[in-house]
């Protein structure tokens, strides 16, 4: 069988988030959602090299840069630096023995709702490009039909291994990933990225409104995950036996995005002990 031809640009990238991979732990919350954008930015690759995109010079190049913001994440970790305020949910919480679910759900929140805008923005400043010329936004779409060839199965297979295990207490987190929807996701990433390009030319407002983006990511958490106590389980089985003890009410009183308990301190310490 013929291997699919592969950019060497994302190659590169890829080899970078398997460095990065290695040495964490599977329940690291890093780990998890690396294991996931390697799979979509393998995929990208090889379709910035099959025909699918009008422009795959400058798609192959959005990508290299949208993952490049998502690996400054762990780099900066690394060196004990402050991450992106938008991903400090996920990186505060990264050794906290929550479910794969809540990991994948806020490196996605951080990086489509974020990041994404702010890779647009660079690339076209790189590229002397505006974004809305030439086939930038179509071929921008035409990134959600290469992400639904893996949405299905991955989405499948975190339901699948997540419900079987704890069952009808996880059916929150369940509903949160069966009804997050990647296009839509996308589609707001692109506006947020037009504003950006707007003011891109006013220091002080585009910096303003890239904070502002960063803030009220960071500040979106799930109502299903803070539905789940988790923020200090050691065994999720044994949140999932406790929460079927709980009166309806206190089900549904508490409220959140994705990772609850008390604020933690930002300085990042390295890698947690597999």
């Known amino acids: 069988m013929t291997t699919p031809a592969s950019s060497a640009a994302i190659d590169a990238v890829l080899s970078r988030m398997d460095a990065v991979r290695a040495p964490l732990a599977a329940s690291d919350g890093i780990a998890v959602f690396t294991d996931i954008y390697r799979q979509v930015t393998a995929l990208v690759a090889q379709r910035v090299m099959d025909g699918t995109f009008q422009d795959p010079a400058f798609t192959e190049a959005l990508d290299v840069v949208f993952a490049d913001i998502f690996l400054d994440v762990p780099q900066a970790i690394a060196v004990g630096?402050?991450?992106?305020?938008?991903?400090?949910?996920?990186v505060d919480s990264r050794a906290v023995a929550l479910f794969p679910l809540q990991f994948a759900l806020a490196g996605m929140n951080a990086h489509i709702n974020h990041d994404l805008a702010i890779a647009v923005v660079d690339s076209c400043k790189q590229r002397d490009r505006d974004p809305e010329s030439g086939s930038i936004h179509a071929d921008f779409d035409r990134i959600n039909g290469v992400l639904a060839e893996l949405v299905a199965p991955i989405r499948a297979e975190f339901l699948d291994k997540t419900v079987v295990q704890y069952g009808a207490p996880?059916?929150?987190?369940?509903?949160?990933?069966?009804?997050?929807s990647m296009d839509r996701a996308r589609d707001a990433a692109w506006a947020s990225a037009l504003t950006l390009w707007a003011v891109r030319d006013i220091p002080i407002v585009a910096q303003v409104t890239e904070q502002t983006l960063a803030n009220t990511v960071n500040l979106v958490k799930s109502p299903a995950a803070d539905a789940l106590p988790t923020a200090t389980?050691?065994?999720?089985?044994?949140?999932?036996?406790?929460?079927?003890?709980?009166?309806?009410?206190?089900?549904?009183?508490?409220?959140?995005w994705m990772l609850p308990g008390p604020r933690r301190t930002r300085a990042h310490p390295g890698s947690p002990p597999a």
């Open 170 to 180: 996880v059916a929150p987190l369940a509903n949160i990933l069966t009804n997050f």
């Open 81 to 90: 630096k402050p991450v992106a305020r938008s991903w400090e949910p996920l």
């Open 233 to 256: 389980l050691v065994e999720p089985q044994q949140e999932a036996n406790r929460f079927r003890d709980w009166p309806p009410s206190r089900r549904t009183r508490r409220r959140g």
